[in-house]
């Protein structure tokens, strides 16, 4: 894998969990950008996946194989300390195969069946902004006939219309994996400018239609800077590639060991987070932070176990 895609998976998780610590900092406007983290990493998703080989079925079953066992085995585990609930049959389901108690898996599951649609079909796959633009105009109708634009909510990750903004960071990644010479290596500064400037933007229109009710019709807009924003970040950062890959030794394992571990990072924390939050800042961060970090090593060596034996008696039969 080019390093840079390491580097943003690790960023990503670092930025995901940190949206997470509510409580955790003297003030909560600290633990923000959770949708900026989801959509880097959708967009590595995306970007791993571009070139689809597979058959839609061993493809799709090799995408769950990969998923599943460490959210299997993580709620289970949680289900016996008590963490979660599990009532009966359809509770059972819901908790252990769909929608789960992580959006992530929930969206990234039901995206992987359009995101091979698009990638299979060459005259779709060879015009992705084109296919991008139809995404945002389907979304759009739905937003201006269907959506309730009274308050600001459309960057909640549990309402449907975040699996457009999803889709399409997907195929943005995508996007980039297919033309990788033309960033990869090729930095410009007014790519970082761009980025810098819709950063700024982003934030700012967050809070702002977060404050004045009156605006929030026009909430979409949010979603519009934040995919410019993922952009220009994603190859930016394509664009240093070789640069990130020469980081000091120690930071630079430090980034493989996150970005290697950055499913079981997500998978752990909603447990540990408020449960572990008991002291005060900054003590409470190291422990939590350290107790993610063994809960997710633990989690990722059981559940390589387990994806490698499912592995080998999916080959036997």
Request: charged share 15%; glycine share 4%; hydrophobic share 55%.
């Amino acid at each position: 894998m080019v390093f840079f895609i390491t580097f943003i998976r690790a960023v990503s998780a670092l930025i995901i969990t940190n949206s997470h610590y509510t409580g955790v900092y003297p003030t909560d406007l600290i633990a923000n950008g959770g949708l900026f983290g989801d959509v880097l990493f959708f967009a590595v998703s995306g970007y791993c996946l571009a070139n689809v080989k597979l058959s839609f079925p061993k493809w799709f079953l090799k995408r769950i194989i990969r998923i599943y066992p460490p959210v299997i085995i993580i709620t289970g585990v949680y289900l016996l300390f008590g963490f979660y609930n599990c009532a009966d049959v359809l509770s059972a389901v819901k908790l252990f195969i769909y929608p789960t108690y992580y959006h992530f898996v929930a969206s990234i599951v039901l995206l992987y069946i359009p995101f091979y649609i698009v990638m299979k079909i060459k005259i779709l796959a060879e015009r992705l902004p084109l296919v991008m633009l139809a995404v945002f105009c389907i979304q759009l109708v739905i937003y201006l006939f269907a959506y309730d634009k009274s308050y600001y909510h459309i960057d909640n990750v549990y309402e449907y219309m975040i699996r457009f903004l999803f889709f399409n960071a997907m195929l943005i990644g995508a996007y980039v994996k297919q033309n990788d010479c033309k960033f990869r290596n090729k930095s410009k500064v007014i790519n970082l400018i761009f980025a810098v400037v819709l950063l700024f933007v982003y934030f700012a229109s967050k809070m702002l239609f977060a404050k004045y009710s009156v605006i929030a019709p026009l909430q979409i807009l949010n979603q519009i800077v934040l995919l410019g924003l993922l952009y220009f970040v994603f190859i930016s950062l394509a664009g240093v590639d070789e640069k990130l890959n020469n980081m000091p030794g120690p930071l630079k394992k430090v980034t493989e060991f996150i970005a290697a571990h950055t499913l079981e990072i997500y998978l752990v924390q909603y447990a540990i987070i408020p449960r572990v939050n008991v002291l005060s800042f900054p003590i409470n961060w190291f422990i939590i932070t350290a107790c993610i970090a063994l809960a997710a090593v633990a989690l990722h060596f059981v559940s390589q176990k387990a994806i490698k034996l499912i592995e080998k008696c999916i080959k036997v039969y």
